[in-house]
């Protein structure tokens, strides 16, 4: 076993075990790293990594429905630290927030009595970053602060709201799933509750879609999926097309701008919500097995899908155009008919049965590269998607569904070859982009095709199934200090028996034993126990009982009782005596046995008109003591004796000697004496019955007469000269035997079931279990310390109890937890930092504030003094021992992989920022540096150099910024995905609104010959037939000359005046003032669609014109989002702007470290001005490293920061002479 430092005081904590159904939702996976999941009424917290449980959160009375981690989406500093933030709800309503790194309760929230459909922390944390909003059933969404429990504003609806999602590109969008459909909120803001009730869109049946005949022919499968009904309509459907409950999710997706996934048990939607229309179709063949989960990611277009088997699937967007075929050829002329993800990975399915399902599944959002599947039988599977390269390159690979390639770029930045990196650090990392992405691909052999699989990184079990027995070992004492481990051992229903090791609550071995339930275990030794099952009776009554010794470091057991035990009554307790010498067993309708636990051999098997034992107790009292004296007296006489003659010693000395020297052969540690044991044990009648049990004899020695007040005795408990008895009515009769007296105690409580008393010289506490809970007693005062009833103050029924320590107690309950607690018996959590880890796991959010900052200072600037470290000693960091442990705990818990990075000095600044940042789970700066990084290095290669007359060498290959960044993105990337996008709405539009959205979007797009097509297409009989046939000709024939652009544009001016904005623009369009469009969507306050329209049709000035006034806008106090802001100008290449934008909102070590990446790219002029800025930079984050106690850091950056360090500079370096002086 692994040797563990001896901790006397052990946590409390709890060991669960299966879940309950209302569990099924409620699992998060955090940017914090951390997986936090229900189970009954209380929240566990798993380390992703190590697959520890780092928490029980326990203060729910009712089953967890929902949890939620809080976003990470902010700039962090002192005020604004890392935190463990996390919000649960449960089936009466109560929705807690939690600080789980103490385990305290921030505030708790009660709206009504029903459970919490769904809640989500708001991603946009620029105004605040504690807004919280819940679905409060039947129809209520209330937005909550977090922090405060206040309610800032409550919402109703029509109908019944199931669950909603937030857009993750538009802070102002969500979309409610209601019992009749979906309701788009377009007006959503912190400030004040939705004025509109939302646009109200129904869902026909999904069934139409062809999922049970799926075609394996491409040409097919095309025709099959255009005949997919239209599946939103602004009109109710019919009753019997309605079959909402099949819905069983929705999703924005997070990687491209308004979509949405819909769930359905056989198939996956997905919507373009500019059309209403599905334009993608994941179904499932008639023998596959059904889908219930889904969660799309963020870096590429895939899902993570859950099936009704426990099989996690990947499936990834196929690439729309084929890169495989060499340039020369042909493109196909017909465009993309939809959008089709192919299956990559799938992971090993669970056996399921009637208990055992999948509950749900997360994914890790930082890296978007593992999941972790939640069982209903407490087991959490955490699988990891490894990425292996098939060793083929681009232009040979002839798979059959387009080939995946590892991207040229690790952590923002493209990379040689032979770099260090790290392909699986996530899935940006893993697979490139979709190909097709740029001509140099197509020219370059670099890229290599990977395949991707899933691998079990990681693997949590909880408890079986209750009813539970448990027995903690024999405690500890000044001589077994040496080797005690506080081990608990659990006998469970399906016969085995599992040892648990209390400091880290991690299960050290499971023993099958038994054939059938295990009702009892008792302890021999440290590393021995006897435990006991009974089998079903039969006919009669009788049943096969099973008596195992086991030695644990071994795990060898023995049958104790050999071949007896078939057909007999039924084993009601089992005994060992103090010294543990004896074992007593007791029957139910039967005579008791006595055994020598040394040599598994029968003592006495008492008499058939012997009376049947209800209660047994042995005597802490025994002769070994003057045994011992005997031994030592006869010693000294044998050493006499062989110094005198022997005529000197008399013959009664020479008999004991002889017996001595019998016994000392038998053992040389003389541990075969055998002392004399006592136990009394208590008749049907009440009698007490005192009996003597010494070597091979065992002798009745005296009869206690009943007493008249109590009924029949269920247990006894017996430690010093206190005898405690209880009775099935519920009283407690308490003997002194030293002052003989007795006092009868009725605790009111139904039939005592267990009394124990607390370990420990002079410790007389004791415990006592009944049928609806359990008190603890103080034996010396007859008083009693606490008491916990089911139903009232918890809501669990007891099972078993047991003593851990002399201050603690372990009880097993019904809802299939063992829970470790304080005399109080209050259920509690604990503090994460008290935790005793098996393995040491990462988490720079359980140290305290200044320390996660210092170490994330230290991580960034390495090298330090020419000296790449990871030994925070290393550094003038003049903080206490304790913290600089902690420090060096967390670097000594990274993987080698990513210490391996660190230590790179090929590893560049803004690579180190980037994974930090995922290292941290920090949002906020994982949005920032990736943007920043691919800027930057864009810019450093769009710089003129000499001329290229060779193939482009892999690391200056850049691909463009990944479509999830959307209005960020390059223009010329942006505007390709824009016609994609139009060309598969226009393949599938089925309707004439569809066909007029498409014509207007191409019109914008500038595509105004397939605008005229479809603008023809209107039928005669159509309302619109006259209006689209003029805007046909229109469109055709409009010439650039003067009048008749200034009547057009006059036209559109008023079209605009007079609530036409859309039709204005247009307008606007086709005369080719595009920016004037911009700059009236802006007025009217249409600021998305305007960057849109920038983006897609005017040149770089003109749009970065557009760009930077809708920058002032999102600055300005009523919209609060700068860091929407500074991604915007990051992407026009403002960086001078950046860094005082960064350094005006305080955001000193962002703003230093883009500085200093600026300065290694040349992207600062350097002028006076620029100068002043970077040393202000550099001086007010030497000041806040200085906050942080980190001497070392804030002493580089003053000394960089020219006249603005000078004064903090000599302060730094002063405070040593001070201390000399006084």
């Known amino acids: 076993m692994q040797r563990f430092t001896v901790n006397i005081k052990l946590p ?17 996976w955090g940017w914090q790293g951390l997986i936090a999941y229900g189970c009954h009424s209380l929240v566990l917290i798993v380390d992703a990594n190590t697959a520890q449980t780092l928490q029980v959160l326990e203060r729910h009375k009712a089953s967890v429905v929902k949890v939620k981690w809080a976003k990470e989406n902010y700039h962090h500093n002192v005020g604004s630290p890392y935190s463990l933030r996390l919000a649960s709800a449960d089936a009466t309503g109560k929705i807690i927030v939690w600080d789980v790194a103490t385990g305290t309760a921030r505030c708790e929230i009660q709206e009504h009595s029903k459970p919490i459909q769904d809640m989500q922390w708001l991603w946009n944390q620029d105004a605040s970053r504690d807004l919280l909003l819940a679905v409060h059933p039947p129809n209520y969404i209330v937005l909550w602060n977090a922090d405060t429990g206040t309610k ?41 509750a939705p004025a509109s009730s939302g646009k109200k869109v129904y869902i026909s049946s999904p069934h139409s879609s062809p999922s049970h005949n799926k075609l394996a022919a491409a040409t097919g499968a095309k025709k099959a999926l255009d005949k997919v009904k239209i599946l939103i309509s602004n009109e109710k459907p019919s009753a019997e097309s309605v079959t909402l409950n099949d819905c069983l999710q929705l999703s924005y997706l997070p990687s491209k701008r308004n979509y949405m996934l819909l769930l359905y048990p056989r198939e996956i939607l997905i919507l373009d919500l500019e059309v209403n229309q599905t334009v993608g179709v994941i179904a499932i063949e008639r023998t596959g097995v059904p889908f219930i989960q889904v969660i799309p990611c963020f870096q590429r277009d ?21 890169i495989t075929g060499t340039p020369s050829e042909e493109p196909d002329p017909e465009p993309v008919q939809e959008l089709v993800y192919d299956l990559r990975s799938q992971c090993d399915a669970i056996r399921v049965t009637k208990t055992v399902r999948p509950f749900s599944m997360v994914c890790c959002p930082v890296n978007e590269n593992s999941a972790a599947l939640i069982v209903s039988d407490g087991r959490v599977m955490i699988w990891e998607l490894k990425s292996s390269v098939s060793g083929r390159n681009i232009r040979n690979s002839s798979s059959s569904a387009s080939p995946l390639y590892s991207p040229v770029s690790f952590c923002g930045i493209p990379v040689a070859p032979f770099q260090n990196k790290l392909p699986d650090l996530s899935l940006d990392n893993m697979i490139g982009q979709g190909a097709g992405a740029g001509e140099e691909q197509l020219r370059s052999s670099f890229l290599q095709e990977v395949h991707l ?12 199934l209750p009813p539970f027995a448990i027995r903690m070992c024999p405690p500890l004492t000044t001589k077994n200090i040496k080797q005690y481990e506080p081990i608990l051992a659990v006998g469970t229903s399906n016969g085995s028996v599992l040892v648990f090791h209390l400091t880290s609550g991690v299960l050290h071995k499971e023993l099958s034993i038994h054939s059938c339930e295990v009702k009892g275990i008792e302890w021999i030794s440290l590393t021995g126990f006897i435990s006991f099952a009974t089998s079903t009776p039969n006919n009669l009554g009788l049943v096969r009982n099973e008596l195992q010794l086991v030695d644990l470091p071994t795990g060898r057991s023995v049958a104790f009782r050999g071949e007896r035990g078939n057909d007999e009554p039924a084993i009601e307790m089992i005994k060992v005596s103090h010294l543990k010498q004896y074992l007593a067993v007791v029957f139910k309708d039967k005579p008791l046995e006595i055994w020598d636990v040394r040599t598994c ?5 008492m008499s058939k008109n012997f009376p049947t034992a209800t209660a047994l107790e042995w005597s802490p009292s025994h002769n070994l003591k003057s045994l011992r004296k005997k031994q030592l007296a006869a010693r000294e006489a044998m050493a006499r004796q062989t110094v005198a003659s022997d005529t000197e010693v008399t013959s009664v000395e020479s008999s004991v000697i002889s017996l001595l020297q019998e016994a000392e052969s038998k053992s040389e540690l003389s541990q075969n004496i055998s002392a004399r044991e006592h136990f009394v044990f208590t008749g049907a009648d009440g009698q007490v019955y005192h009996l003597t049990v010494e070597g091979n004899s065992v002798k009745d020695s005296a009869r206690i007469p009943p007493d008249g007040s109590m009924g029949s005795i269920t247990c006894i408990a017996w430690k010093g000269d206190i005898l405690v008895l209880g ?5 407690l009769n308490f003997w002194d035997l030293k002052a003989r007296v007795s006092r009868g105690i009725p605790t009111h409580r139904s039939w005592v079931k267990k009394i124990r008393f607390a370990p420990g010289k002079g410790n007389q506490k004791l415990l006592a279990m009944y049928n609806d809970g359990a008190e603890i007693w103080d034996s010396k005062e007859v008083q009693m310390v606490s008491s916990l009833r089911s139903g009232r103050n918890v809501n669990f029924r007891i099972l078993d109890v047991d003593w851990c320590t002399s201050d603690k107690v372990v009880l097993a309950s019904d809802d299939g937890c063992i829970r470790v607690l304080d005399l109080s018996m209050k259920p509690s959590c604990f503090r994460m930092d008290e935790q005793d880890l098996i393995e040491p796991a990462w988490c720079p959010y359980l140290l305290v504030p200044r320390a996660s900052l210092a170490l994330k200072a230290f991580l960034l600037h390495q090298p330090w003094d020419e000296k790449y470290s990871l030994d925070i000693m290393d550094v003038d960091y003049p903080e206490n021992e ?66 290229r007359d060779t193939a482009v060498p892999q690391e200056q290959l850049v691909n463009p910024l990944d479509i999830c960044y959307d209005i960020l993105c390059e223009n010329s990337y942006f505007q390709k995905f824009q016609l994609e996008r139009v060309n598969l709405q226009e393949v599938k539009r089925s309707t004439y609104d569809h066909t007029r959205k498409c014509a207007d979007q191409l019109l914008l797009l500038g595509q105004t010959d397939r605008a005229v097509q479809l603008l023809l297409e209107t039928s005669s009989e159509n309302a619109h037939y006259y209006c689209d046939s003029l805007k046909a000709c229109l469109v055709t024939t409009v010439t650039s000359s003067g009048p008749s652009q200034s009547t057009i544009k006059l036209v559109a001016t008023n079209m605009i005046a007079n609530g036409k904005l859309a039709e204005g623009v247009q307008l606007l369009c086709l005369i080719d003032k595009a920016a004037d469009a911009c700059r009236y969507l802006q007025t009217y306050g249409e600021w998305n669609r305007a960057a849109w329209l920038a983006k897609v049709r005017l040149n770089s000035e003109e749009c970065a014109d557009v760009l930077k006034r809708w920058v002032d806008h999102l600055c300005s106090p009523q919209v609060n989002q700068k860091s929407k802001a500074i991604l915007v100008l990051l992407s026009l290449g403002c960086f001078t702007r950046v860094a005082e934008m960064l350094h005006s909102m305080r955001y000193f070590d962002r703003a230093a470290l883009f500085v200093e990446a600026c300065l290694k790219y040349g992207a600062f002029e350097v002028n006076d001005d620029t100068n002043k800025l970077i040393h202000a930079v550099y001086a007010d984050y030497a000041r806040s490293l200085k906050l942080l106690g980190f001497k070392q850091g804030a002493v580089l950056f003053a000394s960089k920061a020219g006249e603005a360090g000078k004064e903090l500079l000599t302060e730094l370096k002063q405070p040593k002479e001070e201390v000399t002086q006084e």
Not at 176 to 190: A, C, H, N, Q
Not at 453 to 464: N, R
Not at 727 to 731: A, H, I, L, R, S
């Open 453 to 464: 699989k899933f691998l079990l990184t990681g693997l949590l079990s909880g408890l079986p």
């Open 727 to 731: 009775d099935v009515d519920g009283n």
């Open 12 to 28: 409390a904590r709890t060991l669960t075990g299966a879940l309950s159904a209302p569990n099924r939702g409620a699992a998060d």
């Open 882 to 947: 304790n913290i600089k442990n902690l420090l060096q705990e967390q670097l000594n818990s990274l993987s080698n992989d990513i210490k391996k990075l660190l230590l790179d000095p090929d590893f560049t600044l803004l690579q180190r920022c980037l994974l930090v940042a995922r290292l941290y789970g920090d949002e906020s700066e994982l949005h920032f540096w990736t943007i920043a990084a691919h800027y930057l290095h864009s810019l450093c290669q769009g710089k003129p150099e000499k001329p």
């Open 152 to 192: 800032l504003w409550k919402k109703s609806y029509a109908e019944n709201i199931l669950s909603f999602s937030f857009d993750p590109f538009d802070p102002s969008h969500l979309a409610l799933l209601t019992s009749e459909g979906i309701v788009f909120i377009s007006d959503f803001s912190p400030s004040k």
């Open 302 to 322: 895939g899902l993570f899908c859950l099936h009704e088997n426990g099989c996690i699937t990947l499936r990834v967007r196929r690439s729309n155009c084929s």
């Open 601 to 605: 051999t029968l003592l006495r098997e």
